[in-house]
Structures are given as C-alpha cells and as structure tokens.
C-alpha cells in the first residue's frame, strides 16, 4: 500500500523569500514521485516528477524537488517565490509497476505575503 | 497542448436529480480517473478505467454513483439519485503509464441544493 504525508497544511510566506514544502511517503514497492499545483478554481497541472536518475528534478518556474530514497520524501523548494506563486500543492506518488494508480497527499496552501 | 476537457463546468441540481458528467480523456491516452476533491476529505480517487475497463472503482458508493467509457473519446460519471453530501469538485485526470504523471481537467463544480 502507498501513503504521502504532506505536513504542512498551510505554509505563509513573504516574497523573494526561499520555501520548501515537505513531502514523505510510504510504499511496499517503487513509486515514481509528482508534485502537483493548483490555482484558485483551476484543475491540477503537473509541476514536476521524478522517474529515475538524477534525484534533483526542476520545473520551468524554478520549483525543485529532491528524491531522497532513504528518508521516502521529496521535499519541494524555490529559491525565491513570487506572488503568483500562490495556490495549493500536492506530492503524490504512483506505483512502478501493477496498476500505476496515483495516491495523493492532503496538499499544502502556499500564501505569499507582499 | 492537448487537454483534457470536462462539461459541464458547473453544476446546481436539487436532490434527488440524476447528474451526469462528462469527460474527454486527451487523444491516445489509455488510462482516465475520475477525483472527488471537497474541503474536508481532500482528493478522493473515485474509479479507474485502463483500456476502457474499469481497474478499480472501489472509493465510488456503489449504491448511486456509476462510472463508465462507453468509448475512447468519453467517460461519463452518474450520480442517481444526487444528495448534498454530493457537492464537490469532480476531476477528470487520463494519461498514459507508468510514470506519465496523468493530465486532470478543469474540474464540475457540483452543487445539490
């Protein structure tokens, strides 16, 4: 069975200020890792995943996260966050083989303070 | 970009009204969910097509929901008949595994008055 812990539920901010946003999980085989955002009244766009290699995976909006096997998680960072920045993000993960179902975790809302 | 398309956008029914709702997975793509997202519960995964059947529908209330691809180009969810607890946002995700990450629609804002 697969879990994701996300345990931020809410995570403010100021501008120009570095975030991480941290995310665990737990799983009986290998899972493929996403992080995921949405905006107000918007659906979820992929923001970034980790297939294989390289563990340091990046976004085109400065967003990275980090595979990190023996502690399960995969932690989202930016340097500097903007204010349209602002919205929910969920890690999920999915199974490397059987059914490739995605478990999600309850999200984290990031407000960024002007 | 490709995307996936969900109608209707929003939805205010009474209770006891069937609701349907629509969903066009992107062209090719072989896997399709559907999500229930409301405040209290978070994501909730509802039913699971792969090829068109279903792999796994168990976090659907077998007793009024009905999930089903009639062909490649459509998946419909049914609510018969529709209760207040209902109301939430229904998403419509399809892609091609493993490790696609999967594509979600805008979402059906459900409203049961």
């Known amino acids: 069975a697969q879990s994701v812990t996300q345990l931020d539920s809410q995570v403010p901010v100021f501008e120009e200020a570095p975030v991480e946003l941290r995310c665990n999980y737990s799983?009986?085989?290998?899972?493929?890792l996403f992080w995921y955002v949405q905006y107000p009244n918007q659906g979820l766009q992929l923001l970034l995943k980790?297939?294989?290699?390289?563990?340091l995976v990046e976004s085109i909006n400065g967003f990275e996260a980090e595979f990190n096997k023996s502690q399960t998680s995969f932690h989202l960072r930016k340097p500097s966050v903007h204010i349209s920045d602002t919205a929910e993000y969920f890690c999920a993960v999915s199974p490397r083989t059987g059914a490739n179902n995605l478990f999600f975790g309850t999200g984290t809302r990031l407000t960024v303070i002007p | 970009d490709a995307r996936v398309t969900q109608t209707p956008r929003h939805k205010v029914t009474e209770m006891g009204q069937e609701v349907t709702m629509r969903c066009q997975p992107i062209?090719?793509?072989?896997?399709v969910f559907w999500y229930r997202q409301t405040m209290m519960q978070g994501l909730e995964l509802l039913a699971y097509?792969?090829?068109?059947?279903?792999?796994?529908d168990s976090g659907m209330p077998k007793d009024r929901f009905s999930a089903e691809m009639p062909d490649a180009t459509l998946a419909t969810l049914k609510i018969q008949p529709s209760e207040p607890r209902d109301s939430a946002v229904y998403f419509c995700?399809?892609?091609?595994?493993?490790?696609?990450?999967?594509?979600f629609g805008s979402g059906t804002r459900l409203t049961v008055v």
């Open positions: 980790y297939l294989s290699g390289s563990t």
């Open positions: 062209l090719g793509h072989n896997t």
């Open positions: 995700a399809s892609g091609l595994p493993p490790g696609s990450g999967y594509t």
């Open positions: 097509f792969r090829n068109r059947a279903p792999l796994d």
């Open positions: 799983s009986s085989v290998s899972v493929y």
